[in-house]
C-alpha cells in the first residue's frame, strides 16, 4: 500500500513539471476591434429641447433651448425633459448609444397641446364645448336661444373669484369653463356644509390632517357665477371655533355655478384643553409639581394616567369639593375649571381610609328604549373616605343622561319600571348633590348591614338622523340604534326627480362628497350626535379599453367611468412613440371614426391610437483613406429628421478606421448628412517577445515567416489594426534569469520521476 502511494505521488510530481515546462509566459486576452484613435472613456453631447411649432413641425430653431451632458461611451445618452413649457407637453425621448466619435444631438419634443373650453348655457341640453391648439385662434360660439331670456355675453370667472367678459382670443394653456349671461339672471341652488373637527383628533395637527364630521348643512339660492355666501357666527361657541385658514383655503373663488352642484365647505375645530394634577408637599402645604395633559375638547383621557388613590383630589378653588377619578374626555368639569379650558385637580392632602361601603350602581337603557333586568350594568365603590358627610355628583356624557336614582340594599335589587309615575325614583338634574354620607350615618343603608347600593339610570340621547336625498325627511334615533335595521326604505330609497332614470342608488354616505371610506357600513349605529346620511345615485359604470399600437409612454390598458361620462381626465393628452407622431384617437382598428375625449360614452368602448410617420432625413456613410481616397462604396439611407444614427466602420481589408464606431445626428431635411470614416494603411510587424524586430514591418496583411532560433507563438490585431506576429528565442521563456534554476530544478524532478517509475516497475516484475 505504501509503495502504491508513493508511485502514485512521483506520478503527480511528474506531470506537474511537464505542465509548468509547457505553459506560456503570458496570457492574452481578446482585443476591442481596431481603430487608428483611441475612444474615450466618456463624451460629451447635447439635447435639443424643441416646441412643436403651430404648423406642427419642430423646425423653428427660435422655438429650441440646447444643454449639454456628459455620457458613458458604450451606454445610452440620459435626456429628461427638464424644461417646463406652459401650453406643451413633452414627449418620451428616444436614447441613443453613445460612440467614440460624431455628432450627437438628442431632441426633446415638447407637443403642443389642444384645451377644451365648456360653455354653459344655464340649460344642460344646450351646453357644448370647444377644442383648440395652443396658441391657435379661437373661433366665436353660437349665442344660446333660452326662453324668456336675452342673451349677453359670456362671463367667466379667474382663480381670484373675479368674474370677467369672454370673448375668443388666443387658446390660453388650461381648460376654461364659462357661463351664458342673461338680462334675467340664471339663479340655481348651492349647498353648505358645515364640519366639526373630530374628537378623536390629537392636537397640534395641521389644518390638512384634521378630520371632521358633518353637523348641519344648508341650501342657499343666488345668481349664478355670483361669490358663495355662508355663516361663520352662528354656530360657533366656546368649544365649536370657526376655522377661518382652512374655510377660506377651501372655498377660495368659489361661486355658485348653474348646474346646483356647487358645495362649500364650513369648518370648526375642537379647542385645546388642559389637565393638570397639581401636587403638594403635606408637610408645608405648599405646591410642590405639575403634571399637565393636553387634548383638544371631547378627545378621550385615556392616555391620562388616574387619580393616585393615596391622594384626596380637590377643586382647585374649594379644598373640601373632591373626586375620586378623572373625567372621560377632554371636557367641563363641575367645580375643577379653572377657566374654559383648563382643569385642575389638587392633591393637597392623603387620603383618609375608606371606612363604609357604599356603592353605585349604573344602569344602561336598552338599545330599543326598554329597562329589562337583562340590561347593561356596571358597578362601583363610592369613595366617602371619613368625612363625616359626603355628596356625590353624577355626570352626563355625549350619549347617556342620569335620569333617576334611588337606594336598595343589593346590587340586584332594581326596578326595571323607569318612569317618573314611579315613586321610589328620584329624578336626576344636571350637577344635583345626591347624599352618600349624613352626620356618619350612610344614607340608603336600610337593612344596617353598613352597606348601601344607589341605583343610577342612564338613559340614551336621542339624536336626529336626516337624509339627503328625494325628501330630505328625518328620523330620532337613541344612541346606538342600529341604523339598517331601524330605518323603513333605507336600502331601497326613492330616487328624486332631478336624477336621470338610468342611474343606480350606489349607497348611503356620511359625507356629501361621498368618497370610499365614508360610505355607510352594514354595521353602522346611531353616533352620539345628529348625522346626515347622503344617497348616492350614479350612473353604470363602462369600460373603455385603450390599444396604444406600440406606444412607448405609458397607458392605462383600460378605463373605468361612469356611463354617459368621458374620459378625458384619464388619457394622457399626447402619447409617444419611437419615430412616429401620435395622430389621434379613433373608435376603430382601420381609424375611419375619430374619437373625442370629451364625449360622453354610453357602452363599452374600444380606443385605437393612430400613428404617422415622421419628415424623413437623407444620410450616407462613407469610407475613405486619409487622402480622401474611397476605400468602399457608401451607404445611403433615409431616417427620421432630427434622429441619431450609431453606425459600426466597415471591416477593409489592410486599413484601420479612426474610430470604430460614430454617430450622425440627422439635422438636415433639404442636403444629405453624411458620415465619413477615415481609414489609414496597417503594417505588419514580426517582432520578438523583448520587442526587436525580426524584419522590417511592411504595409498590409502579411503571413507568418520562419526565423532560425525562434518559435511563432501568437498573432494578434493591435488597437490600431496593425498585425502582430510574435515570436520566442528557443530558450526557456522564463520569464528572467532569476527563474532558470527553477526551471531546471523541475527538469530534474520530471528525470529522477521518470527512473523511479522504471525502478519500480522492474522490482514489481
Given at each position: 500500500?505504501k509503495?502504491k502511494g508513493?508511485?502514485?505521488?512521483?506520478?503527480?510530481?511528474l506531470?506537474?513539471?511537464?505542465?509548468?515546462?509547457?505553459?506560456?509566459?503570458?496570457?492574452?486576452?481578446?482585443?476591442?476591434?481596431p481603430?487608428?484613435?483611441?475612444?474615450?472613456?466618456t463624451?460629451?453631447y447635447?439635447?435639443?429641447?424643441?416646441?412643436?411649432?403651430?404648423?406642427g413641425?419642430?423646425?423653428?430653431?427660435s422655438?429650441?433651448?440646447?444643454?449639454?451632458?456628459?455620457g458613458?461611451v458604450?451606454?445610452?445618452?440620459e435626456?429628461?425633459a427638464?424644461?417646463?413649457?406652459?401650453g406643451f407637453q413633452?414627449l418620451v425621448?428616444?436614447?441613443?448609444?453613445?460612440?467614440?466619435s460624431?455628432?450627437?444631438?438628442?431632441?426633446?419634443?415638447?407637443?403642443?397641446?389642444e384645451?377644451t373650453t365648456?360653455f354653459k348655457t344655464?340649460?344642460?341640453?344646450?351646453?357644448?364645448?370647444e377644442?383648440?391648439?395652443y396658441?391657435?385662434?379661437q373661433?366665436?360660439?353660437?349665442?344660446p336661444?333660452?326662453?324668456g331670456?336675452?342673451?349677453?355675453n359670456?362671463?367667466?370667472?379667474?382663480?381670484?373669484?373675479?368674474?370677467?367678459v369672454w370673448?375668443?382670443?388666443?387658446?390660453?394653456?388650461k381648460?376654461m369653463?364659462v357661463?351664458a349671461?342673461?338680462?334675467v339672471?340664471?339663479?340655481a341652488?348651492?349647498?353648505?356644509n358645515?364640519?366639526?373637527?373630530?374628537?378623536?383628533?390629537?392636537?397640534?395637527?395641521a389644518?390638512?390632517?384634521?378630520?371632521?364630521n358633518l353637523?348641519?348643512t344648508?341650501?342657499k339660492?343666488?345668481?349664478?357665477?355670483?361669490?358663495?355666501v355662508y355663516?361663520?357666527?352662528a354656530?360657533?361657541?366656546?368649544?365649536?371655533?370657526?376655522n377661518s385658514?382652512?374655510?377660506?383655503a377651501?372655498n377660495?373663488?368659489?361661486?355658485?355655478s348653474g348646474?346646483g352642484?356647487?358645495?362649500v365647505?364650513?369648518?370648526?375645530?375642537?379647542?385645546?384643553?388642559?389637565?393638570?394634577?397639581?401636587y403638594?408637599?403635606m408637610?408645608?402645604n405648599?405646591?410642590?409639581?405639575?403634571?399637565?395633559?393636553r387634548?383638544?375638547?371631547?378627545?378621550?383621557?385615556?392616555?391620562v394616567?388616574?387619580?393616585?388613590?393615596?391622594?384626596?383630589w380637590?377643586?382647585p378653588?374649594?379644598?373640601?369639593f373632591?373626586?375620586?377619578?378623572?373625567?372621560?374626555?377632554?371636557?367641563?368639569?363641575y367645580?375643577f375649571?379653572?377657566d374654559?379650558?383648563?382643569?385642575e385637580f389638587?392633591?393637597?392632602?392623603l387620603a383618609?381610609?375608606?371606612?363604609?361601603k357604599?356603592?353605585?350602581?349604573?344602569?344602561?337603557?336598552?338599545?330599543?328604549?326598554?329597562w329589562?333586568?337583562?340590561?347593561?350594568k356596571?358597578k362601583?365603590?363610592?369613595?366617602?373616605y371619613?368625612?363625616?358627610?359626603?355628596?356625590?355628583?353624577?355626570?352626563?356624557?355625549?350619549?347617556?343622561?342620569?335620569v333617576f336614582?334611588y337606594?336598595t340594599?343589593?346590587?340586584?335589587?332594581?326596578?326595571t319600571?323607569?318612569?317618573?309615575?314611579?315613586?321610589?325614583l328620584k329624578?336626576?338634574?344636571?350637577?344635583l348633590h345626591?347624599?352618600?354620607?349624613?352626620?356618619?350615618?350612610?344614607i340608603?343603608?336600610?337593612?344596617?348591614?353598613?352597606?348601601a347600593?344607589?341605583?343610577l339610570?342612564?338613559k340614551r340621547?336621542?339624536?336626529?338622523?336626516?337624509?339627503?336625498n328625494?325628501?330630505n325627511n328625518?328620523?330620532r334615533l337613541?344612541?346606538g340604534?342600529?341604523?339598517?335595521?331601524?330605518?323603513?326604505g333605507?336600502?331601497?330609497?326613492?330616487?328624486?326627480?332631478n336624477?336621470?332614470?338610468h342611474?343606480?342608488?350606489?349607497?348611503w354616505?356620511?359625507v356629501?362628497?361621498m368618497?370610499d371610506?365614508?360610505?355607510?357600513?352594514?354595521?353602522?349605529?346611531?353616533?352620539?350626535?345628529?348625522m346626515?346620511?347622503?344617497?348616492?345615485?350614479?350612473?353604470p359604470?363602462i369600460?373603455?379599453?385603450?390599444?396604444g399600437?406600440?406606444?412607448?409612454?405609458a397607458?392605462?390598458?383600460?378605463i373605468?367611468?361612469?356611463?354617459?361620462?368621458?374620459?378625458?381626465k384619464?388619457?394622457?393628452t399626447?402619447p409617444?412613440?419611437?419615430g412616429y407622431?401620435?395622430?389621434?384617437?379613433?373608435?376603430?382598428a382601420?381609424?375611419?371614426?375619430?374619437?373625442?375625449?370629451?364625449?360622453?360614452?354610453?357602452?363599452?368602448?374600444?380606443?385605437?391610437?393612430?400613428w404617422v410617420g415622421?419628415?424623413?432625413?437623407?444620410w450616407?456613410?462613407?469610407?475613405?483613406?486619409e487622402?480622401?481616397?474611397?476605400?468602399a462604396s457608401?451607404v445611403?439611407?433615409?431616417?427620421?429628421?432630427?434622429?441619431?444614427l450609431?453606425e459600426?466602420?466597415?471591416?477593409?481589408r489592410d486599413?484601420?478606421?479612426?474610430f470604430?464606431?460614430?454617430?450622425l445626428?440627422?439635422?438636415?431635411?433639404?442636403?444629405?448628412?453624411?458620415?465619413?470614416?477615415v481609414?489609414?494603411?496597417?503594417r505588419?510587424?514580426?517582432?520578438?517577445?523583448?520587442?526587436?524586430n525580426l524584419k522590417?514591418?511592411?504595409?498590409g496583411?502579411k503571413?507568418?515567416?520562419?526565423?532560425e532560433?525562434y518559435?511563432?507563438?501568437?498573432?494578434?490585431?493591435?488597437?490600431?489594426?496593425?498585425?502582430?506576429?510574435?515570436?520566442r528565442?528557443?530558450?526557456p521563456?522564463?520569464?528572467d534569469?532569476?527563474?532558470?534554476?527553477?526551471?531546471?530544478a523541475?527538469?530534474?524532478?520530471?528525470?529522477?520521476?521518470l527512473?523511479a517509475l522504471a525502478?519500480?516497475?522492474?522490482?514489481?516484475?
Amino acid at each position: 500500500m505504501k509503495k502504491k502511494g508513493f508511485r502514485l505521488l512521483l506520478s503527480f510530481a511528474l506531470v506537474c513539471s511537464m505542465l509548468a515546462t509547457a505553459l506560456p509566459a503570458a496570457v492574452y486576452a481578446a482585443d476591442p476591434a481596431p481603430s487608428i484613435q483611441t475612444a474615450p472613456a466618456t463624451r460629451t453631447y447635447k439635447v435639443r429641447h424643441v416646441r412643436q411649432s403651430l404648423d406642427g413641425t419642430y423646425n423653428d430653431e427660435s422655438m429650441a433651448e440646447y444643454e449639454t451632458l456628459t455620457g458613458n461611451v458604450g451606454q445610452k445618452t440620459e435626456a429628461t425633459a427638464n424644461r417646463s413649457y406652459e401650453g406643451f407637453q413633452a414627449l418620451v425621448p428616444e436614447q441613443v448609444t453613445i460612440a467614440p466619435s460624431g455628432d450627437i444631438t438628442v431632441s426633446l419634443y415638447y407637443a403642443r397641446k389642444e384645451f377644451t373650453t365648456y360653455f354653459k348655457t344655464g340649460d344642460p341640453d344646450q351646453d357644448f364645448y370647444e377644442t383648440f391648439l395652443y396658441g391657435t385662434n379661437q373661433s366665436t360660439p353660437a349665442q344660446p336661444n333660452i326662453p324668456g331670456k336675452i342673451f349677453q355675453n359670456w362671463e367667466y370667472v379667474d382663480e381670484s373669484g373675479v368674474a370677467h367678459v369672454w370673448t375668443p382670443g388666443v387658446q390660453p394653456g388650461k381648460d376654461m369653463v364659462v357661463s351664458a349671461k342673461y338680462d334675467v339672471p340664471f339663479q340655481a341652488s348651492y349647498r353648505v356644509n358645515y364640519w366639526y373637527q373630530k374628537p378623536t383628533d390629537e392636537v397640534d395637527l395641521a389644518d390638512d390632517q384634521k378630520t371632521y364630521n358633518l353637523i348641519d348643512t344648508e341650501v342657499k339660492v343666488q345668481n349664478v357665477n355670483t361669490a358663495v355666501v355662508y355663516d361663520t357666527t352662528a354656530r360657533e361657541t366656546k368649544y365649536m371655533k370657526y376655522n377661518s385658514a382652512k374655510t377660506a383655503a377651501d372655498n377660495n373663488g368659489k361661486t355658485v355655478s348653474g348646474d346646483g352642484e356647487t358645495v362649500v365647505n364650513v369648518y370648526y375645530d375642537r379647542p385645546v384643553m388642559t389637565i393638570t394634577k397639581v401636587y403638594y408637599n403635606m408637610d408645608t402645604n405648599a405646591e410642590d409639581h405639575r403634571e399637565s395633559y393636553r387634548g383638544i375638547y371631547g378627545h378621550s383621557t385615556k392616555d391620562v394616567p388616574v387619580l393616585d388613590k393615596k391622594f384626596r383630589w380637590t377643586s382647585p378653588t374649594d379644598s373640601q369639593f373632591s373626586t375620586e377619578n378623572i373625567i372621560s374626555s377632554f371636557t367641563e368639569r363641575y367645580k375643577f375649571m379653572v377657566d374654559d379650558y383648563h382643569i385642575e385637580f389638587h392633591a393637597r392632602v392623603l387620603a383618609p381610609e375608606t371606612v363604609r361601603k357604599i356603592y353605585a350602581v349604573y344602569h344602561y337603557q336598552n338599545i330599543d328604549g326598554t329597562w329589562t333586568r337583562d340590561m347593561r350594568k356596571e358597578k362601583s365603590l363610592l369613595e366617602t373616605y371619613s368625612f363625616s358627610s359626603f355628596y356625590y355628583i353624577f355626570g352626563n356624557s355625549d350619549s347617556y343622561t342620569n335620569v333617576f336614582y334611588y337606594y336598595t340594599n343589593s346590587e340586584d335589587e332594581f326596578t326595571t319600571n323607569v318612569d317618573a309615575s314611579n315613586p321610589d325614583l328620584k329624578p336626576y338634574t344636571p350637577n344635583l348633590h345626591v347624599d352618600l354620607v349624613r352626620n356618619n350615618q350612610i344614607i340608603g343603608d336600610y337593612d344596617g348591614d353598613g352597606v348601601a347600593y344607589l341605583h343610577l339610570y342612564k338613559k340614551r340621547n336621542e339624536f336626529t338622523l336626516r337624509f339627503a336625498n328625494a325628501d330630505n325627511n328625518s328620523v330620532r334615533l337613541l344612541f346606538g340604534t342600529p341604523i339598517d335595521s331601524e330605518i323603513s326604505g333605507i336600502s331601497n330609497p326613492i330616487k328624486p326627480a332631478n336624477v336621470p332614470a338610468h342611474y343606480v342608488f350606489a349607497g348611503w354616505y356620511t359625507v356629501s362628497s361621498m368618497y370610499d371610506k365614508t360610505k355607510l357600513s352594514d354595521k353602522a349605529t346611531m353616533p352620539s350626535r345628529d348625522m346626515v346620511l347622503y344617497a348616492k345615485w350614479e350612473e353604470p359604470h363602462i369600460k373603455v379599453t385603450v390599444e396604444g399600437n406600440g406606444a412607448t409612454s405609458a397607458l392605462p390598458s383600460v378605463i373605468d367611468i361612469p356611463k354617459m361620462g368621458s374620459v378625458h381626465k384619464d388619457l394622457p393628452t399626447i402619447p409617444s412613440k419611437d419615430g412616429y407622431w401620435f395622430a389621434g384617437w379613433f373608435k376603430d382598428a382601420a381609424f375611419t371614426q375619430p374619437f373625442d375625449v370629451n364625449e360622453s360614452l354610453a357602452q363599452d368602448t374600444t380606443i385605437y391610437a393612430k400613428w404617422v410617420g415622421r419628415q424623413q432625413a437623407n444620410w450616407e456613410i462613407r469610407y475613405v483613406d486619409e487622402a480622401g481616397r474611397v476605400l468602399a462604396s457608401s451607404v445611403t439611407g433615409t431616417g427620421n429628421l432630427y434622429s441619431v444614427l450609431f453606425e459600426n466602420a466597415l471591416s477593409i481589408r489592410d486599413y484601420a478606421p479612426d474610430f470604430a464606431s460614430k454617430n450622425l445626428t440627422l439635422s438636415s431635411a433639404n442636403n444629405t448628412n453624411v458620415l465619413t470614416f477615415v481609414y489609414s494603411k496597417i503594417r505588419t510587424y514580426w517582432v520578438t517577445e523583448d520587442n526587436h524586430n525580426l524584419k522590417d514591418p511592411e504595409y498590409g496583411t502579411k503571413p507568418a515567416e520562419k526565423f532560425e532560433g525562434y518559435t511563432l507563438i501568437r498573432t494578434y490585431t493591435a488597437k490600431n489594426g496593425d498585425i502582430i506576429h510574435l515570436y520566442r528565442k528557443n530558450v526557456p521563456n522564463t520569464g528572467d534569469s532569476a527563474n532558470i534554476a527553477q526551471f531546471e530544478a523541475m527538469l530534474a524532478m520530471s528525470a529522477l520521476g521518470l527512473a523511479a517509475l522504471a525502478i519500480a516497475k522492474r522490482k514489481h516484475s
